[in-house]
């Protein structure tokens, strides 16, 4: 009986059979269960997976403390949170291009080490920061008759911005690019590892937040500090060594495109300033040598080359958005960011909006734990999808589903039980204070009190959330006449997100599969400033129309611009079809 010899082509090791009927044998696959478990826990995929994790359960557990410090700090007012939330959605918009051109000028393991590195300590020494001013927070506003607090709050808010432009950083380079070499460019493989990271970023989009919500609540603010502060130097060990071990089993991760071949437009731009700069330098060097003022001409050249260099950033910027607006898949990429432009989401708005109808706190926790559920069932889907019918149809099909979801929520707005009022936009009643009083509010919770109440009340009575700080203390009998409305709206919010999760994951891999490897830094650079464009163009529709009776009119809104984005790529899906189909 002759013996055969069959390697695994995953793990290189081989496996002897007596026979033909001995491959298939249950005793025979239950040996090599461990061997293929030990192969697949050492291997880029799984190794990616845990960084990932840490990476994401650091980032919820800081965006959702940092927002909750802001108003412990500023005496539970919402104004420095105002202005974080405005500080980080403009850095990004302005340098996204920025940080995706460096992304693409260095190499795969210093970009990924960088980035970690800091956002990392940043937030670290934010969180010695917030622990400093917490426990010495009277002391601290008599110095410089208070103008150390200032200081301090600025401090933070810098701090926090860096390590979201760095988080935004390490996002781009390996969630959009790393990934894709790790998968050696194929579909089926990239459309499993897209779908695994975007389940991991929903479970703890739930969990990292709850977890340090209950470390604040049951200890203090300054064990939470420390807590996030600890998470933060063992996640970047971890994740540095992890990411490394990635760097070094993953040969193509090392390997550039060569410059002359796959050299991108930013870089032929760069290129020519580069040699324009060398020309002016020799210019200037000549005329120095011939003057016999050095010192004076010195000065008078420093400043042009100091805008040389701010016309080159800019110059940057301007070429990338060209380079993100050149792109096969751009009608893709912005109809993702006109998604969101939407109240339609379990943010503070939406969850505000629902508290205000009389829905409780932990009524709403079990809701966002649903949404969750919904959102994991939309990366399952989005794989079956792709599978069966392509990467194009995918995001069609998603597309419907996730409108035809969302009419629901239009339903609401004209369901017994809304509080809509679009009386309430006259100029008659613009006395009304923050659309919180007044004879047009219907189910409200009535702002009581003096002048010196508190915003929030005191932490004990504090229901920590995902998103969001609610109330446990709201006054009683002021619940709607009907809840059909309200259910309504919570039905379509979170079916919907199936259908959107799909759709994102959908043009999320266009945009990898599309975009040449030089250029997929700069693209998805631009394409996050886009997607906080557009963000932040949602928080200026809540400004505008801030009452519970505006609510109905931000969900129309919200629905159009949901709609035009769809649009846009139904209209890609078109162009698409028609060009020559290759292999999904």
Same mark, same amino acid.
């Given at each position: 009986m002759?013996? #055969?010899t069959?390697?695994?082509?995953?793990?290189?090791?081989?496996?002897e059979f007596?026979n033909?009927?001995? +491959?298939d044998s %249950?005793?025979i696959?239950? &040996?090599n269960?461990?061997?293929?478990?030990?192969i697949?826990l050492?291997?880029p995929?799984?190794?990616i997976?845990?960084?990932g994790?840490?990476?994401?359960w650091?980032?919820?557990?800081?965006?959702?403390?940092?927002?909750?410090f802001?108003?412990?700090?500023?005496g539970?007012?919402?104004?420095l949170t105002?202005?974080?939330?405005l500080?980080v959605?403009?850095?990004?918009?302005?340098?996204?291009?920025?940080?995706?051109?460096?992304?693409? #000028?260095?190499?795969r393991n210093?970009v990924a080490?960088?980035?970690?590195?800091?956002?990392?300590i940043?937030?670290t020494?934010?969180?010695i920061?917030?622990?400093?001013?917490?426990?010495?927070?009277k002391w601290?506003?008599?110095?410089w008759?208070?103008?150390?607090?200032?200081v301090?709050?600025?401090?933070v808010?810098?701090?926090a911005?860096?390590?979201?432009?760095?988080?935004?950083?390490?996002?781009i380079a390996i969630?959009?690019d790393? !990934?894709v070499?790790i998968?050696?460019?194929n579909?089926?493989?990239?459309?499993?590892?897209? *779908?695994?990271?975007r389940r991991?970023d929903? =479970?703890?989009n739930?969990l990292a937040?709850?977890?340090?919500g209950? =470390?604040m609540?049951l200890?203090s603010?300054v064990?939470?500090?420390?807590f996030?502060l600890?998470w933060?130097l063992?996640?970047l !060990?971890?994740e /540095?060594?992890?990411l490394s071990r990635?760097? +070094?089993i993953?040969?193509?991760?090392?390997v550039?495109?060569?410059a002359?071949?796959?050299?991108?437009y930013?870089?032929k731009k760069?290129e020519?300033?580069?040699?324009?700069?060398?020309t002016?330098a020799c210019t200037t060097?000549?005329i120095s040598?011939e003057?016999?003022?050095?010192?004076?001409?010195?000065?008078?050249?420093r400043?042009?080359l100091?805008?040389h260099r701010l016309?080159?950033?800019l110059?940057t910027c301007?070429?990338g958005?060209r380079?993100?607006y050149?792109?096969?898949?751009?009608l893709?990429g912005l109809?993702l960011a /006109?998604?969101y432009?939407?109240?339609?989401?379990?943010?503070?708005?939406t969850?505000g909006?629902?508290?205000?109808q009389?829905?409780?706190?932990?009524l709403?926790?079990i809701l966002?734990?649903v949404?969750a559920v919904?959102?994991?069932?939309?990366?399952v889907?989005?794989t079956k999808? #792709? &599978? *069966?019918y392509?990467?194009v149809?995918t995001?069609?099909?998603?597309?419907g589903?996730?409108l035809v979801?969302?009419l629901?929520c239009v339903?609401s707005?004209?369901a017994?039980?809304s509080?809509?009022? /679009?009386s309430?936009l006259n100029?008659?009643?613009?006395?009304d204070?923050g659309?919180?009083t007044g004879g047009h509010?219907r189910h409200?919770?009535?702002?009581?009190g003096g002048n010196n109440? %508190?915003?929030?009340?005191?932490?004990?009575s504090?229901h920590?959330?995902?998103n969001? =700080?609610?109330?446990e203390n709201a006054?009683?009998g002021?619940? %709607?006449?009907s809840y059909?409305s309200? !259910?309504?709206l919570?039905?379509?919010?979170?079916?919907a997100?199936v259908?959107?999760w799909?759709f994102?994951?959908?043009?999320?891999q266009?945009?990898?599969e599309?975009?040449?490897?030089?250029? +997929?830094g700069?693209?998805?650079?631009?394409?996050?400033?886009?997607n906080y464009?557009m963000?932040l163009?949602?928080f200026?529709?809540?400004?505008?129309? %801030?009452q519970?009776?505006?609510?109905?009119l931000?969900?129309?809104?919200s629905?159009? /611009? !949901?709609?035009?984005g769809?649009?846009?790529?139904?209209?890609?899906a +078109?162009?698409a079809?028609r060009?020559p #189909?290759?292999?999904t």
């Amino acid at each position: 009986m002759s013996l #055969r010899t069959e390697g695994a082509q995953s793990g290189g090791f081989a496996v002897e059979f007596d026979n033909d009927n001995d +491959r298939d044998s %249950p005793v025979i696959k239950a &040996k090599n269960i461990p061997r293929l478990a030990l192969i697949y826990l050492k291997g880029p995929k799984f190794l990616i997976y845990v960084s990932g994790a840490l990476s994401m359960w650091g980032d919820r557990m800081w965006h959702f403390a940092i927002s909750v410090f802001l108003i412990e700090l500023y005496g539970h007012n919402l104004l420095l949170t105002g202005i974080f939330g405005l500080v980080v959605a403009g850095s990004v918009l302005l340098l996204g291009a920025l940080i995706g051109d460096w992304v693409d #000028r260095n190499p795969r393991n210093k970009v990924a080490h960088a980035s970690l590195f800091i956002q990392n300590i940043s937030v670290t020494i934010c969180s010695i920061v917030l622990m400093l001013v917490f426990l010495y927070k009277k002391w601290i506003e008599e110095i410089w008759d208070g103008w150390l607090t200032v200081v301090c709050y600025t401090v933070v808010i810098v701090l926090a911005d860096v390590a979201n432009l760095a988080s935004t950083a390490l996002t781009i380079a390996i969630q959009r690019d790393w !990934i894709v070499v790790i998968t050696g460019y194929n579909r089926g493989h990239l459309a499993g590892m897209n *779908a695994t990271m975007r389940r991991i970023d929903q =479970v703890t989009n739930i969990l990292a937040p709850l977890a340090v919500g209950q =470390v604040m609540t049951l200890a203090s603010n300054v064990v939470g500090c420390g807590f996030i502060l600890g998470w933060n130097l063992v996640s970047l !060990i971890v994740e /540095f060594f992890f990411l490394s071990r990635v760097y +070094r089993i993953v040969p193509a991760l090392s390997v550039k495109p060569p410059a002359m071949e796959h050299q991108s437009y930013l870089e032929k731009k760069r290129e020519r300033k580069s040699s324009q700069g060398r020309t002016s330098a020799c210019t200037t060097e000549a005329i120095s040598e011939e003057s016999t003022s050095n010192l004076h001409l010195q000065e008078l050249t420093r400043i042009p080359l100091c805008l040389h260099r701010l016309r080159g950033l800019l110059s940057t910027c301007r070429e990338g958005w060209r380079a993100y607006y050149r792109q096969p898949v751009f009608l893709a990429g912005l109809g993702l960011a /006109f998604l969101y432009t939407t109240v339609l989401g379990f943010d503070c708005i939406t969850t505000g909006y629902a508290y205000t109808q009389g829905v409780s706190g932990s009524l709403l926790s079990i809701l966002m734990g649903v949404s969750a559920v919904a959102g994991l069932l939309g990366t399952v889907l989005f794989t079956k999808l #792709r &599978k *069966a019918y392509g990467l194009v149809n995918t995001g069609v099909i998603s597309s419907g589903l996730h409108l035809v979801c969302l009419l629901l929520c239009v339903c609401s707005v004209f369901a017994p039980g809304s509080p809509m009022d /679009f009386s309430i936009l006259n100029m008659g009643n613009a006395s009304d204070v923050g659309g919180m009083t007044g004879g047009h509010q219907r189910h409200g919770y009535p702002l009581r009190g003096g002048n010196n109440q %508190p915003l929030l009340p005191d932490r004990s009575s504090i229901h920590w959330t995902n998103n969001t =700080v609610l109330f446990e203390n709201a006054p009683a009998g002021s619940e %709607p006449e009907s809840y059909i409305s309200i !259910i309504l709206l919570f039905l379509g919010v979170i079916t919907a997100r199936v259908g959107l999760w799909s759709f994102d994951l959908t043009v999320t891999q266009l945009l990898q599969e599309t975009i040449c490897e030089s250029e +997929r830094g700069v693209v998805n650079g631009v394409q996050s400033s886009m997607n906080y464009l557009m963000d932040l163009l949602h928080f200026l529709m809540v400004i505008s129309a %801030p009452q519970p009776q505006h609510f109905g009119l931000l969900v129309i809104i919200s629905v159009l /611009f !949901i709609f035009t984005g769809h649009t846009m790529y139904f209209l890609y899906a +078109r162009k698409a079809k028609r060009k020559p #189909r290759t292999n999904t």
